[in-house]
């Protein structure tokens, strides 16, 4: 009994996507999704990003094998590094955060799902 346990055990964690973080759809909280969503940048998890992403995303409507294609570009060292002290600044009156990287803004709404990276925009 141990070893056919042993052996599902050892079948279902080989499985498991290597290096993907465990994403939760429908974050309850802005806070929770911010600490997902973050944690799939700083990993540079593409498939988790576009997950937590509201698509077809940009002027673009990128699909998500396109969305995964330019998350490099879209999520650099350099935003990389932005994000590890960010702070979601909230909206006034709606269920969006921004957070701010030198020129880039990145905006985050509350969709039907829960919340969603969902836009980019220039900081003035």
């Given at each position: 009994?141990?070893?056919?346990?042993?052996?599902?055990?050892?079948?279902f964690l080989a499985l498991q996507p290597a290096g993907s973080a465990e994403?939760?759809?429908?974050?309850?909280?802005?806070?929770?999704?911010?600490?997902?969503?973050?944690?799939?940048?700083?990993?540079?998890?593409?498939?988790?990003?576009?997950?937590?992403?509201?698509?077809?995303?940009?002027?673009?409507?990128?699909?998500?094998?396109?969305?995964?294609?330019?998350?490099?570009?879209?999520?650099?060292?350099?935003?990389?590094?932005?994000?590890?002290?960010?702070?979601?600044?909230?909206?006034?009156?709606?269920?969006?955060?921004?957070?701010?990287?030198g020129e880039t803004i990145f905006v985050f709404e509350k969709g039907k799902?829960?919340?969603?990276?969902?836009?980019?925009?220039?900081?003035?």
């Amino acid at each position: 009994m141990k070893l056919l346990f042993s052996a599902v055990l050892i079948i279902f964690l080989a499985l498991q996507p290597a290096g993907s973080a465990e994403v939760k759809p429908g974050a309850d909280s802005f806070a929770e999704f911010w600490t997902q969503f973050k944690a799939a940048v700083m990993k540079e998890d593409k498939a988790a990003i576009a997950e937590m992403t509201k698509l077809p995303f940009g002027d673009d409507q990128l699909t998500k094998g396109n969305f995964v294609k330019k998350c490099g570009e879209i999520f650099s060292a350099k935003v990389r590094r932005c994000f590890r002290n960010a702070k979601p600044v909230k909206a006034d009156k709606r269920e969006s955060y921004s957070v701010f990287c030198g020129e880039t803004i990145f905006v985050f709404e509350k969709g039907k799902d829960g919340y969603q990276f969902t836009d980019l925009g220039v900081n003035d």
